[in-house]
């Protein structure tokens, strides 16, 4: 649109200039015909003048002659004279209907520049808008100009598309570039998974192989607890039967441990209907089952005994001296028949008030001392 109003501005500046050259040859002939009714009108008087002094002389025949040939040239001039205000008549007219087309082309040119600028305040419009909505250039959208498109006949689809794109909202014009972004970013965690799920199966090998090897170390390890379990509970005891028992799951290595234990003449099953002594007598001998699994260099033991009576504490303390060769125990106790098979004694005592002391005394050089006096 603003090309087409760009050449009709051009026309009607070439139709301007071309009217304005005709006024001003219209111009320069109406000076030459005044210039010439001057020099006519000069001419005029100055042969009145001579016919004036003819007449007043009375002169011959040939003089009349010549008045009357002056006299028709006058005639003549009269007619030219005529013709020619005739024709400055029409130049005049002729001069009006110019003025009135450059009026008329002066008026075309001014709306023409109006709405070629308002075109391109509405171009300039139309291109930020299209820029804005839609990330384009004027210039890219003239790849996709379609020459015989009809706009009117094309306005109840382009509402239609409208309705369509406000129901689909915000429209982002980076929705390209995005979906690249995202689908690299999907193949990288596509990748990223496919690691993890193969180390995951990696780890829960691992994790079957080795609960396969721990139910076996287990189930072995077991079975020589329990068979120390009755050896160690039948040595407390003096006789009775006892052992270990998995209860609860398939799974050895999620199922529970349940005691039974008959001390000899009780009939007795679990730990519940035990006496105090008893329950601790049996844990005893659990916790001798499995040093004698696996000897321990160190064991604290924080008066376990307690609960037993002295027959039971004086065989608990034997029992435990067995184990001394290889396992070196500290036991924390207030029962003598523990403390008279110790190795060593130590004990704090406070002979003045608030100062307390450690006090040991070495039982094996106390006795040979003994023995030599």
Known sequence: MPAEIRTEINALNQDFERITASINDAQTNLKVSNELVSKNNAFIEAEQEKVDQIFKSNENVETREKLEAIKKKQDEQDIEKIRIQEKMRQIDAQKEGVMGEINSASEKKYKAENELSKLETDLQMLSERIHEEYGLEYKDCLAMKKEEFDFTSAKPEILRLKREIQKLGHV??????????????????????????????????????????????????????????????????????????????????????????????????????????????????????????????????????????DA??????????????????????????????????????????????????????????????
Do not use: W
Not at 197 to 209: P, V, Y
Not at 226 to 239: A, I, P, Y
Not at 318 to 333: A, C, K, N
Not at 350 to 365: A, D, Q, R
């Open 312 to 373: 039971n504490v004086e065989r608990f303390a034997q029992y435990l001296h067995r184990f001394s060769g290889t396992t070196q125990f500290i036991v924390i106790t207030h029962r003598k028949p523990t403390m008279e098979l110790a190795d060593s004694l130590y004990g704090v005592t406070m002979e003045e008030k608030g100062i307390s002391k450690v006090v040991s005394v070495k039982l094996s050089e106390a006795i040979k001392n003994a023995k030599e006096a």
């Open 172 to 309: 982002n014009v980076n929705a390209i570039e995005d979906i690249k972004a995202v689908y690299e970013r999907y193949d990288e965690l596509s990748t990223q998974l496919n690691d993890l799920e193969q180390s995951k199966a990696d780890t829960l090998q691992a994790i079957n192989e080795l609960a396969t090897e721990m139910s076996q170390i287990f189930e072995e390890k077991f079975n020589q607890i329990n068979e120390n379990f009755k050896v160690t509970f039948k040595e407390l005891f003096g006789g009775g039967n006892a052992h270990l028992e998995l209860v609860g799951s398939e799974n050895i290595l999620e199922a529970g441990i349940e005691i039974n234990a008959n001390p000899p003449g009780k009939k007795l099953s679990g730990l519940s209907p035990m006496s105090g002594g008893e329950k601790a007598l049996t844990a005893i001998a659990i916790l001798f089952a499995i040093l004698k699994l696996k000897p321990m260099p160190f064991c604290l033991l924080d008066e376990i005994e307690a609960a037993l009576d």
